[in-house]
């Protein structure tokens, strides 16, 4: 299993690491850069919505289509939860017939119902664990 973990590099400031060798930089929207943890969160679930689509829509549009998801969300700083995250699927379909592209989304989007973990645990809710380990 992949070990993930932050690391303090400054003030509000982290790095993200992986065991793969993987890192992103994170911190507070004031700070040029990184990725604060909120679009992370927002981020995971549009990568997730288009790689649990990916091998259906590249069997029916080619290895080289192209896609983007946006995600978007405004935080509630009264109760510090995003209750809204929208997105969207930007997809050229224009080579497929009404009824094809109206196939494929539906089996997409069944995709991304069934296998889109991200999604799935945030519309679930999750038990998070904290443990403050000191020396």
Not at 61 to 85: F, H, I, K, N, Q
Request: proline letters at 2%; one cysteine or more; a negative charge.
């Amino acid at each position: 299993m992949t070990e993930l973990w932050v690391q303090r590099t400054g003030p509000r400031r982290y790095v993200g690491e992986s065991s793969r060798g993987a890192t992103v930089q994170i911190g507070s929207e004031d700070v040029d850069g990184v990725f604060t943890p909120g679009e992370l969160l927002k981020i995971a679930l549009a990568a997730c919505s288009g790689m649990a689509s990916d091998v259906t829509l590249a069997r029916r549009l080619g290895d080289d289509y192209d896609a983007t998801v946006r995600v978007s969300g405004t935080a509630d700083r009264e109760s510090e939860t995003y209750p809204v995250l929208d997105e969207v699927f930007e997809l050229d379909l224009s080579e497929l017939d009404a009824d094809a592209a109206q196939r494929l989304l539906v089996v997409a989007q069944r995709a991304i119902d069934r296998t889109c973990t991200v999604g799935r645990t945030l519309k679930a809710g999750t038990q998070v664990n904290l443990t403050i380990a000191t020396d």
